[in-house]
């Protein structure tokens, strides 16, 4: 059963012994920070404050946590089985005679279901403001020592598409300025900053709509991280994720869209062509973000609910909330990379390497140079052109075994010959690119030579006793009383 929003979750929670509840008062000024980190790093609860200093909201923390609140968010025993329904729906052909029409009319039947449902009303309008507001009033946390301010760090901002009317949502941190302003930090690569940028083109208007929602069902919320082409509706894929669709209700003051469970919504506008100085802030990268200018976003309506929950996060050396839940998008997104890169065996993402910096990819080697089309490929595909160092195995290494792979790899490659440079778009939070957006990235061709690719050597195999030996000394090594 989906839950149907954030207080069911976090009710969920408690019920599996996941959740502390914090009754004295912590500051969100740092302290909420502390206690975070510490739980995330020692494999503890997701934290709900109930007494944050300075407001009478409290705040929700680490909600995913852990491997077991992924699971429980996403409301399965393992994400793979997601990615085992979303490759069910890849392979989803026309059926052939009556039995596998028939068969297929339950899937079919459950897709319609995933779309979302506007509705008249919902929590989120329990309170509806449009004077008398401001943004202090809510816990949002001061996470690092020199960051510029309090930031909003798990929003779910919603946008539209000026040319195809499509939504998007995704989640941009908000750094706030004051009692109603706060920065709007999409990156330029993300969808909100394409629909900013065509509006702006436009000139139709000066002013784009944006509305953020804070808190809702576990799998809506996720799904504003989730790097979907674009145009793909998030809320769309929340319903998939949940089986059941988001209700969605209209905004007081716009023409947009909210999840009608929603905890807190900000209602507003982005001035076409008004930029700030926004951060730093305390990364995922483990680092500082450097300051940088980022569009203004004024809100203009704080729509919520008697008693709102503040849903929030931290970010910060791994492994962090965030690892958590980018580890289950490598899971869950294997099988839609696998249909465009089928030679793709496993996939991993080490803590360290903070998503893309580090990918560790083993692939089914059938031509030569195949090692650098799949680094190729990655960089052409979506978010993950991002990825700063790929290195690309045989099939026959574990990747998820970190250790196993330093070893292998450092030993197969020639580096002047293996490693491949390439020039284009990097994270916008990397810090060491010549250019904030722009720069290079690194492939390394750990797989074993061919011929084919000039390798005229013989090529050893690794070492290993056979199967039998090992047997026999197993029985033997009783026997010594080992
Ligand atoms: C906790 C957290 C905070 C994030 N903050 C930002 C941010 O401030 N700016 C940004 O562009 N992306 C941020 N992201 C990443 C985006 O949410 C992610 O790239 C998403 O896929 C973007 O969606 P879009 O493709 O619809 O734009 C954050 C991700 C997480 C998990
Ligand atoms: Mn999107």
Redesign the pocket.
């Given at each position: 059963m989906a839950y149907k929003d954030l207080r069911e979750f976090i009710a969920a929670l408690d019920k599996a012994g996941e959740l502390k509840r914090i009754p004295f008062e912590v500051d969100p000024y740092l302290e909420i920070t502390g206690f975070a980190d510490r739980s995330v790093k020692q494999n503890g609860p997701a934290l709900l404050f109930e007494k944050p200093k300075g407001s009478s909201i409290p705040v929700l923390i680490n909600a995913y946590a852990s491997k077991k609140r992924m699971e429980l968010a996403l409301e399965v025993d393992s994400v793979e089985e997601i990615a085992k329904r979303i490759a069910e729906y890849l392979e989803m052909r026309m059926p052939e005679g009556i039995l596998g029409k028939i068969k297929m009319l339950p899937m079919l039947a459950e897709m319609g279901s995933f779309f979302p449902k506007s509705v008249d009303g919902g929590p989120c309008k329990e309170v509806i403001r449009r004077d008398y507001f401001s943004l202090h009033e809510f816990p949002i946390l001061h996470c690092w020592p020199q960051d510029a301010g309090r930031f909003i760090?798990?929003p779910m901002v919603f946008s539209r598409n000026p040319d195809s009317g499509k939504r998007?949502?995704?989640?941009?941190?908000?750094q706030v300025f004051d009692d109603r302003t706060t920065g709007m930090?999409?990156?330029t690569?993300?969808?909100?900053?394409?629909h900013y940028r065509r509006m702006k083109a436009h000139g139709k208007t000066t002013r784009m709509d944006v509305a953020v929602a804070i808190g809702a069902d576990p799998a809506t919320m996720y799904s504003?991280?989730?790097?979907?082409p674009?145009d793909l509706d998030?809320m769309m894929i929340a319903g998939f994720l949940r089986s059941k669709p988001v209700e969605m209700v209209k905004c007081e003051t716009m023409d947009l869209e909210v999840p009608a469970q929603s905890e807190i919504v900000l209602e507003g506008y982005v001035e076409l062509g008004e930029l700030r100085t926004e951060g730093p802030?305390g990364d995922?990268t483990g680092f500082y973000s450097l300051a940088d200018d980022y569009p203004v976003f004024h809100v203009t309506c704080v729509t919520h609910r008697r008693d709102p929950i503040y849903a929030t996060?931290i970010?910060g050396p791994p492994p962090m909330?965030?690892f958590y839940?980018?580890r289950a998008i490598e899971r869950i997104f294997l099988p839609l990379m696998r249909l465009q890169l089928p030679e793709v065996r496993d996939i991993y993402m080490p803590p360290e390497g903070i998503f893309h910096n580090l990918i560790l990819i083993a692939i089914r080697k059938s031509y030569p140079g195949h090692a650098r089309k799949v680094m190729h490929a990655i960089w052409g595909l979506?978010?993950a052109m991002f990825s700063k160092c790929i290195v690309v195995v045989d099939e026959d290494v574990n990747v998820q075994d970190v250790s196993e792979v330093a070893w292998k790899a450092l030993n197969n490659i020639d580096p002047e010959r293996d490693i491949q440079f390439v020039m284009g778009p990097v994270d916008?939070l990397d810090h060491a690119s010549r250019l904030a957006n722009y720069g290079s990235k690194m492939g390394v061709d750990a797989t074993r030579k061919w011929p084919g690719e000039g390798f005229t050597r013989p090529w050893p195999d690794v070492i290993q006793l056979p199967v039998e030996v090992l047997a026999r000394v197993g029985d033997l090594w009783k026997k010594a009383g080992l």
């Amino acid at each position: 059963m989906a839950y149907k929003d954030l207080r069911e979750f976090i009710a969920a929670l408690d019920k599996a012994g996941e959740l502390k509840r914090i009754p004295f008062e912590v500051d969100p000024y740092l302290e909420i920070t502390g206690f975070a980190d510490r739980s995330v790093k020692q494999n503890g609860p997701a934290l709900l404050f109930e007494k944050p200093k300075g407001s009478s909201i409290p705040v929700l923390i680490n909600a995913y946590a852990s491997k077991k609140r992924m699971e429980l968010a996403l409301e399965v025993d393992s994400v793979e089985e997601i990615a085992k329904r979303i490759a069910e729906y890849l392979e989803m052909r026309m059926p052939e005679g009556i039995l596998g029409k028939i068969k297929m009319l339950p899937m079919l039947a459950e897709m319609g279901s995933f779309f979302p449902k506007s509705v008249d009303g919902g929590p989120c309008k329990e309170v509806i403001r449009r004077d008398y507001f401001s943004l202090h009033e809510f816990p949002i946390l001061h996470c690092w020592p020199q960051d510029a301010g309090r930031f909003i760090t798990l929003p779910m901002v919603f946008s539209r598409n000026p040319d195809s009317g499509k939504r998007n949502c995704g989640c941009y941190r908000l750094q706030v300025f004051d009692d109603r302003t706060t920065g709007m930090h999409w990156q330029t690569h993300k969808q909100g900053a394409e629909h900013y940028r065509r509006m702006k083109a436009h000139g139709k208007t000066t002013r784009m709509d944006v509305a953020v929602a804070i808190g809702a069902d576990p799998a809506t919320m996720y799904s504003a991280i989730l790097p979907l082409p674009p145009d793909l509706d998030e809320m769309m894929i929340a319903g998939f994720l949940r089986s059941k669709p988001v209700e969605m209700v209209k905004c007081e003051t716009m023409d947009l869209e909210v999840p009608a469970q929603s905890e807190i919504v900000l209602e507003g506008y982005v001035e076409l062509g008004e930029l700030r100085t926004e951060g730093p802030f305390g990364d995922h990268t483990g680092f500082y973000s450097l300051a940088d200018d980022y569009p203004v976003f004024h809100v203009t309506c704080v729509t919520h609910r008697r008693d709102p929950i503040y849903a929030t996060t931290i970010v910060g050396p791994p492994p962090m909330e965030d690892f958590y839940m980018g580890r289950a998008i490598e899971r869950i997104f294997l099988p839609l990379m696998r249909l465009q890169l089928p030679e793709v065996r496993d996939i991993y993402m080490p803590p360290e390497g903070i998503f893309h910096n580090l990918i560790l990819i083993a692939i089914r080697k059938s031509y030569p140079g195949h090692a650098r089309k799949v680094m190729h490929a990655i960089w052409g595909l979506g978010q993950a052109m991002f990825s700063k160092c790929i290195v690309v195995v045989d099939e026959d290494v574990n990747v998820q075994d970190v250790s196993e792979v330093a070893w292998k790899a450092l030993n197969n490659i020639d580096p002047e010959r293996d490693i491949q440079f390439v020039m284009g778009p990097v994270d916008s939070l990397d810090h060491a690119s010549r250019l904030a957006n722009y720069g290079s990235k690194m492939g390394v061709d750990a797989t074993r030579k061919w011929p084919g690719e000039g390798f005229t050597r013989p090529w050893p195999d690794v070492i290993q006793l056979p199967v039998e030996v090992l047997a026999r000394v197993g029985d033997l090594w009783k026997k010594a009383g080992l």
